[in-house]
C-alpha cells in the first residue's frame, strides 16, 4: 500500500503506447455500439465497450504533486479518468460515490495507487447537504488538506415537462447545483492560495437540451455560479473553472431512464466527429484547469470540449 507521506511518494510511469496520440484518437470507439440499458445508478465494470479512461499518451509533467483533490463522481467516467490522472500528476485524491458504485470505485482506487498515490474512498448521497458538508472535511483530514476540488457528480434523465415531477427536479438540482455551493462552502475556509475548484459542466448548459429540461437548467446555473465565484474568490487566490464537455462515453446515459437501448447504440454520432469522447480524452483539461503552471492566469471560464462542435458566446 502507499505510504501516507506526501513527502516520500514516488509517481509510477504508465506504460507508454506506441501509437501517437492522433493514431489513438482515430481508434477510439464509434458507434454503433451494443444496444443496452444500464440499472441506476449504472456501473461502469457493465457498460460495453469499457469506456477509455487510462490515457497511455498521456505524458505527466508532475503538474499537481503533492495536491491533495476531492473529486464527486469519482468512481466512474469523467471523475475516474481525472483521479488517474491527477494521480499521474503527482495528487492524492479522494472519490465520493453512491453506495451502490463500490465495484467501479474500488477499479478506481487501484488505477490510483497504481501509480503510488493515494485514494480515499468516501461513499455518501450528495443530495444530503449535511453529508457534503463532512464530506469535505473527512477528505481534508484524510488526505491532510485540501488543494483542488472537482465537482463532478450528475443526476439526469431525459423526460418532456408533462413527465417531469417535482421529485425529479429536485433530485437533479440537489445533486447537480446544490451539491457544488455545499461543497464549495465547505471547502473554501480550508484552501490556500493556489487552490482550484472546478466543476463539470456540459453542452447542454450553453444551448439546452429538448430532452433535458432540468439537467439543461442544471448546467446553465452551473455555469453563471461557476463566473460569480471566481469573481468573489479571485482576492483568496483560488481559482474556479468548468469543463462543459460534448457526449461522452460514461454510465450516465445508457442509466439514463429516457434513453432507449437503441439510442445508446447511437449515443455520440451526432458530433463533427461521428462518436462521443472517452474520459481520457476530458480529463487532461481538468489538469489544465487545476495546475498553476498552465492556467495561473484563466479563472471563470467554461472550457468547451465538444468534437469538433462550435458555441458562440
Not at 84 to 104: H, K, M, P, S, T
Not at 124 to 153: H, Y
Not at 169 to 195: C, E, I, Q, W
Request: charged share 25%; net charge negative.
Amino acid at each position: 500500500m502507499p505510504t501516507n507521506s506526501r513527502s516520500t511518494h514516488v509517481q509510477q510511469q504508465q506504460p507508454r503506447s506506441h501509437e501517437s496520440p492522433h493514431q489513438h484518437a482515430n481508434r477510439q470507439p464509434r458507434p454503433p455500439f451494443p444496444e443496452q440499458k444500464l440499472d441506476k445508478p449504472g456501473l461502469e465494470c457493465e457498460l460495453r465497450p469499457r469506456p477509455r479512461y487510462r490515457a497511455p499518451t498521456y505524458q505527466p509533467a508532475g503538474k499537481l504533486m503533492n495536491k491533495r483533490a476531492l473529486i464527486t463522481g469519482g468512481d466512474s467516467g469523467i471523475g475516474r479518468a481525472v483521479a488517474l490522472i491527477f494521480a499521474r500528476e503527482g495528487a492524492d485524491v479522494a472519490i465520493n460515490y453512491l453506495e451502490a458504485e463500490q465495484r467501479d470505485a474500488e477499479e478506481t482506487q487501484h488505477a490510483v495507487e497504481a501509480e503510488g498515490r493515494r485514494c480515499i474512498l468516501l461513499p455518501g448521497d450528495l443530495t444530503d447537504a449535511t453529508f457534503c458538508t463532512e464530506l469535505v472535511e473527512r477528505a481534508r483530514k484524510d488526505l491532510g488538506g485540501l488543494d483542488i476540488l472537482v465537482s463532478n457528480a450528475a443526476h439526469q434523465n431525459r423526460k418532456q415537462l408533462e413527465d417531469l415531477t417535482p421529485e425529479e427536479f429536485d433530485r437533479t438540482f440537489k445533486t447537480n447545483v446544490y451539491a457544488y455551493y455545499h461543497l464549495t462552502k465547505a471547502a473554501v475556509p480550508h484552501m490556500k492560495p493556489g487552490s482550484a475548484i472546478l466543476v463539470t459542466s456540459s453542452s447542454t448548459g450553453f444551448r439546452g437540451s429538448d430532452e433535458l429540461p432540468d439537467y439543461s437548467a442544471t448546467k446553465g446555473a452551473i455555469n453563471q455560479f461557476t463566473k460569480v465565484l471566481a469573481k468573489q474568490l479571485v482576492k483568496k487566490g483560488i481559482r474556479v473553472n468548468a469543463v462543459a464537455p460534448g457526449p461522452v462515453w460514461t454510465p450516465l446515459n445508457p442509466a439514463d431512464e429516457g434513453l432507449s437501448a437503441d439510442e445508446v447504440s447511437r449515443f455520440g454520432e451526432q458530433t463533427p466527429l461521428e462518436r462521443p469522447a472517452q474520459p481520457e480524452e476530458i480529463a487532461p483539461a481538468y489538469v489544465f484547469l487545476a495546475s498553476e503552471a498552465d492556467s495561473s492566469f484563466i479563472t471563470g471560464i467554461i472550457l468547451p470540449v465538444l468534437g469538433g462542435e462550435t458555441i458562440g458566446a
